[in-house]
């Protein structure tokens, strides 16, 4: 596996590699993934932390980010992944197109490598070669597009649908969401959607949206310096009480004290850690 930072404002041209690419933004990284679908299409996907973007292999794609920004990029090569992929019992199948999504299995191998790197340790051949088994697994099981297909719930969105409401999401979360721009955006009526998103993904839209502005605070809680008012507004509240409390209800800390504990944690030399359901 190997391990890169996008640091640059821009990388000019369309990039083709054998690899399969985990895109894992920090707290400041404002990401543009461009990429060529197999129609011929050009589309982009926007991955802001702290969600993360898989690039399948053999992809013709270009990376755009903010000036100062950095994303971990990990590389696990294609005949190794396919290798890992076969060892589950599966095909080689193709992974879905990319797309920004919650993955906290691969948000937390990126903390703990980029940790290492901050203390300046940088992890062995044998290490980086154990994550990359781990990796390539969770991705062939979770975002090989057959495995999906055979999974989704009978009467729940399409995966092309589910992608184009996830990034519409992602990209407006410092904003109001309605249920009805979702539902225009995928053209369904109001009610219709609100129902086949909740049997794709087992929560209704406006939890949904409700976590994801939680999962994006703690990143900039955690990794920047961003004062607490402006952090309310990069993910969507109106005003710094309400964010107060709707964060300590789901996160079990108010945001201030997030930030302390993930200032703790640091100095300790341990990640902050988040579980499958956002506690730290």
Known sequence: MRIAYLDAAEVGGARLRNSVDILIPTGSANLRATYRNGQGRDRTTFVRAPLVSILPPALPHSLVDRSGASTLILSICASFFHQVARTLGGEDAALVEPHATVDPLIREVGNAIEWDFRIRRPPDARYLESLAVVLAAHVARKYVAAKIAKAAPC??????????????????????????????????????????????????????????????????????????????????????????????????????????????????????????????
């Open 155 to 280: 009467g729940g969105l399409p995966p092309h649908k589910l992608r184009c409401v996830y990034n519409h999401i992602c990209e407006h979360l410092g904003g109001p969401i309605r249920v009805e721009q979702l539902a225009d955006a995928v053209h369904l009526s109001p009610f219709h959607f609100a129902r086949m998103f909740k049997q794709s993904t087992g929560q209704s839209p406006h939890v949904y949206i409700l976590m994801q502005r939680i999962e994006r605070a703690k990143a900039l809680l955690a990794e920047t310096d961003t004062a607490l008012v402006d952090v309310a507004a990069h993910v969507g509240f109106l005003t710094q009480g309400h964010f107060t409390g709707v964060f300590h209800r789901y996160a079990g800390f108010t945001p201030r004290a997030f930030r302390l504990h993930a200032l703790e944690r640091s100095a300790s030399g341990a990640p902050v850690a988040c579980g499958p359901d956002g506690r730290s």
